[in-house]
């Protein structure tokens, strides 16, 4: 039995994800903070395909609700073994002297704090030192960790340069329990994150600078970001894999 949380759950790469890996064998825990009949629908997408799948409100920025969070999936189908750290958010459109302190608390309070108490709480129960099987954490970074998304969001992408610190130190750290930590880098992706950002023309700017001339679709993170989760990756720890089309 394989238990897999993915955070951010209801809609784009998170969906994607849930998808995908419910076709992989997993029991997924579709988590969401606000949309609920988004995060039914992809449960009853995974249901109807012969999968396994629940979904569970919680703010992953909050400790009590990330506890509240583990705790259903446990109570669900037994311990988890899986997460995927995809809840996200990018705070507007900002140079870094227009950013607001609240932007800023937001973004940090969700990018980062989010994937720290989600991950405390998988090793807690992954864990060989705390009893646990074992098990694989997956964080979705950005490609703007490394590009600096300058006069755009910088607050964003230093949250998910963050999120690559925090795959790495937390890879060395669990490498002996039984718990391999990656991350996925991603690049440009047609998703509705672009819009709820303010910037509806972003693809369409920055397709040009893709290497690869497109964009990229959820579907194709999620392969890797499954790949990842799988025994096929059972060598692979504390690697940040781009998924960008070479940008």
Request: proline share 3%; net charge negative; glycine share 12%.
């Amino acid at each position: 039995m394989a238990t897999l949380v993915v955070t951010g759950g209801s809609r784009g790469i998170g969906a994607a994800v849930c998808l995908a890996a419910a076709g992989d064998g997993w029991d997924v825990v579709v988590n969401y903070v606000r949309d609920e009949s988004a995060a039914d629908d992809v449960v009853r997408r995974i249901l109807d395909a012969g999968g396994r799948a629940t979904a569970v409100r919680a703010d992953v920025s909050d400790a009590a609700d990330v506890e509240v969070l583990f705790a259903a999936a446990d109570a669900w189908r037994g311990p988890v073994t899986g997460l995927v750290n995809n809840a996200g958010i990018s705070g507007g459109v900002a140079r870094v002297d227009e950013v607001t302190p609240q932007a800023l608390a937001d973004v940090l309070g969700v990018n980062v704090a989010g994937p720290f108490l989600c991950a405390g709480a998988a090793v807690r129960r992954m864990s060989t030192v705390h009893g646990g099987s074992g098990g694989a954490i997956v964080n979705v970074s950005s490609r703007a960790a490394v590009l600096g998304s300058p006069g755009e969001w910088v607050h964003y992408a230093a949250s998910k340069a963050a999120i690559d610190t925090l795959t790495v130190g937390l890879a060395c750290e669990v490498a002996t329990e039984g718990v391999r930590v990656n991350a996925v880098a991603v690049g440009l992706v047609d998703t509705d994150f672009h819009v709820s950002s303010g910037e509806a023309d972003r693809p369409g700017r920055i397709r040009p600078t893709v290497p690869m001339r497109r964009s990229g679709t959820p579907e194709e993170v999620a392969a890797a970001v499954v790949w990842l989760l799988s025994d096929a990756a059972s060598y692979t720890t504390g690697t940040v894999l781009a998924v960008s089309g070479g940008r």
